[in-house]
Each structure stands twice: as C-alpha cells, then as structure tokens.
C-alpha cells in the first residue's frame, strides 16, 4: 500500500456576487407583484399572501452575507427568479466542466504537476449539468489527462466521498495522482421564489489533487484516514430526473428542486456529524483537542458552532473552524473545500479534519496531518 496524500487545491470563483440586500430586495418585489396579480384569491381567503423575507432574518438563521452566482440578472429579476445561462453546442466545453477546469489548474499548479503525471479524475458533485457523457471525461479531455474519469454524486458530501475513492486508488496503486473536482452551480437548483430557501446558495467549483507521498512534489497533507457514513432521509430532497417527463405531471412541480426540512436537518444532522468525528478520530487514536482545524461544510453557522462546540467541549475559535459561508453561502459540496483552500495554513505534524455533510444523509471525514 502506498501512502496518499493531498498536494493541491484550487477554486474558481464566479465574478457575481449577490449581498443579502439586493437578494431581499428582488424577492420582495417578487412578492408585491405576486401579491397583487392574486389580491382577488388573497383577499376571499383562497391563497396566502407571500410574506417579505428580511436581511436581519437571513443572517441571524444562517451566518450568510452574500452568495457568488454564474448570473446575477436572472436571478433578481422579479419576472424570472432563475439565473440565465446560454446553451452551448455539443463542441464547446460545457459550463460546469469549464469551472471545474479553471478550479482544476489552479490545484495543478500547487501541486507542481503536470497533466501527464495524473491517471485519474473524478467529479464529485451534487448536480450534474447532464446524465452523460460524464462531467469527470470532458473536465480530463480538457486537461489533456490520459488514464480515466467518472461522477459521483453524495450531493453535500460529495468532496469527502470523492477523497476517499481518490485516495484508494493511490494507496492501492491504480493511480500515481488523481483530480477530484466539484463544480456546483447550486443557483439553477434553488428555488429563488421561495423565502424559506432563497438565501441558501451560491456557486462555485473547487478542485483537489491526491497523489502517492513518495512520488509529491510539495509536502502537502497526509491522509491519516478516512471515513463514510449514510442514512436515508426524506429531509432534503430535490426530485428532478429523468422519469420526470414520464410522470405526466403539470403545475406544482416545486419538488422538482432543492427542498428541506431545515430544523429537522439542523437538529438531526449535528449530532451524527459531531459522533462521526469523534469516532474517526478515536478510531486513528487521536482527539479533538489535538486537531488544529475543523473544515466544515458550510451550510449553516450555528451548524458548524454547535458541532466544533460538541467536539471540542467549548467554543471554537475562528481559526480552528474556519467560515466561509458569510461570503460563499453553501456551497454544497465545494463548502469544506474552500475552507481547506482558504484556510490550509497549518504547520508541518499539525492536525485538521475536512468534513461535509447534507442530503442522504450523508457525512464524511478526512483526517489530514501536514507533512
Ligand atoms: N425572511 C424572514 N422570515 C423568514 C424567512 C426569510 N427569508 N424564511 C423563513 N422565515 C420565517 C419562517 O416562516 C418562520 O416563521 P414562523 O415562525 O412564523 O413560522 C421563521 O422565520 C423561522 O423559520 P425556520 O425555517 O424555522 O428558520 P430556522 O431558524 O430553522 O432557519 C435555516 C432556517 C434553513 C437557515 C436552518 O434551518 C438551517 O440552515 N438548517 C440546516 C440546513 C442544512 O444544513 N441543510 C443542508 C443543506 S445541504
């Protein structure tokens, strides 16, 4: 067995940001025109006003400031509430493949390796831009990476799960060097008309190289382990697929995006998160109060608090669970990701722990030493 470890990371950041003003702003011009197509309904008691969404509410529920978006008109226009993205022809690279590539040669780059020297990519992501061919095929043809390519998709999870497979295939010798990207166009799933949600995303891509310690270039993170854990649950769910045109069903087609049960998802999902560290650490003989830093997903500030508060036994400071998602938003799977890209800055033997989180449910840990 070989010994796998992380050298580079890169992320691709979109060039629009939406700040909480201008997102409440648009949903509650949305509302008002609502309101007043359906005042008739409203008022005989046969439909429910919308009621306004709030910038106080929005950051004191989630921590969120601003999201990134591919575009910002589509999504604040009160008469469309969707971001636009052009189609492109089958020749041209498609849009999430070329996130992902842009995110891709930046963790190249860190790790000093060039394409030839990588034997594998996988596109670990919540949404994929079509069923197939894969996303991971035309982010490798781009690149010009021989050897193969495939998607996986544990929606929030995803980068943990993509880690872990990345990492088995260095430590058992089927790949000197593997390309784990996530790109998340999280804006085209999230239902921008519905204030309960509207706040919850933004996109981005990230991008991960995992290659074998003997053969690194930069000194990089040892993957000390890894570990995988899922249990079904209803609380977050989006139903698009492709049975969807066979189903035969017109109007009400809301499940045909993200949807959750947010308290229940906050309540049930911290305490399986939290245990789940624990025990991969105890498992590696190591404790939380030996870790240097928590790299969350982000989804939800007090989320995180609560968990590096049940692993650590009190509050953690900025730089042991580092946020992003004031400025990112959830990214979904890319989340736990720009925190280690962001906030990677360990010293040689210090400890970390990369974990996501969300839909399934699912939630992996990665145990990292700095070389
Ligand atoms: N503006 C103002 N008020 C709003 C609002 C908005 N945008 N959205 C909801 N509200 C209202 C609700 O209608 C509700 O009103 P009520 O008490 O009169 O019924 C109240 O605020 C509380 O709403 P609730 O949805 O219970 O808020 P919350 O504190 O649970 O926060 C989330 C919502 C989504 C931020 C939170 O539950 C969460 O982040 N959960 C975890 C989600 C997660 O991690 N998911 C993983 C996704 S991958």
Same mark, same amino acid.
């Given at each position: ?34 309101? !007043?197509?359906? %005042?008739?309904?409203? +008022? &005989?008691?046969? =439909?429910? #006003?919308?009621?306004? /969404?709030?910038? *106080? ?39 999430? !493949?070329?996130? %992902?590539?842009?995110? +891709? &040669?930046?963790? =190249?780059? #860190?790790?000093?390796? /060039?394409?030839? *020297? ?254």
């Amino acid at each position: 067995m070989h010994q796998a470890v992380i050298t580079g990371t890169g992320l691709y950041t979109p060039p629009h940001a939406i700040s909480n003003e201008e997102l409440v702003a648009s949903f509650n011009e949305y509302a008002r025109r609502w309101n !007043a197509a359906h %005042a008739d309904e409203i +008022a &005989r008691g046969e =439909l429910s #006003a919308l009621a306004d /969404s709030s910038v *106080e509410f929005i950051e004191k529920a989630s921590g969120i400031k601003q999201r990134y978006v591919v575009d910002k008109e589509g999504i604040l226009d009160p008469e469309r509430m969707c971001p636009r993205i052009e189609p492109r022809s089958n020749e041209s690279l498609s849009v999430m !493949a070329e996130m %992902a590539v842009t995110a +891709a &040669r930046d963790a =190249l780059a #860190a790790a000093g390796r /060039s394409v030839d *020297e990588i034997d594998g990519v996988i596109c670990a992501a919540s949404n994929m831009q079509r069923a197939y061919p894969a996303m991971a095929i035309e982010v490798q043809q781009a690149l010009g990476i021989q050897g193969w390519a495939f998607d996986m998709n544990v929606a929030c999870s995803s980068a943990t799960f993509g880690i872990e497979q990345a990492a088995n295939a260095v430590k058992l010798g089927n790949a000197r060097a593997v390309l784990m990207v996530n790109p998340e166009i999280c804006s085209a799933h999230l239902e921008w008309r519905d204030r309960d949600c509207h706040f919850i995303f933004g996109d981005v891509a990230t991008a991960v190289v995992v290659e074998r310690a003997d053969l690194a270039k930069t000194a990089g993170y040892e993957v000390l382990g890894t570990r995988l854990a899922t249990v079904f649950s209803n609380n977050i769910r989006n139903n698009a697929g492709f049975l969807n045109r066979a189903e035969d069903k017109n109007g009400d087609l809301r499940d045909k995006l993200f949807v959750q049960e947010g308290r229940k998802v906050f309540k049930e999902v911290c305490p399986m998160v939290a245990e789940h560290i624990a025990s991969h650490l105890g498992s590696l003989e190591l404790h939380p109060s030996g870790v240097k830093r928590f790299w969350l997903h982000q989804a939800n500030l007090s989320m995180n608090q609560l968990i590096a508060k049940r692993l650590l036994e009190r509050e953690a400071t900025l730089e042991e669970a580092p946020v992003i998602l004031d400025r990112y938003a959830n990214t979904s799977s890319a989340g736990s990701i720009i925190a280690f890209h962001l906030h990677g800055d360990l010293a040689g033997g210090e400890l970390g722990v990369i974990s996501s989180f969300g839909a399934g449910y699912s939630v992996g840990s990665v145990v990292l030493r700095k070389r």
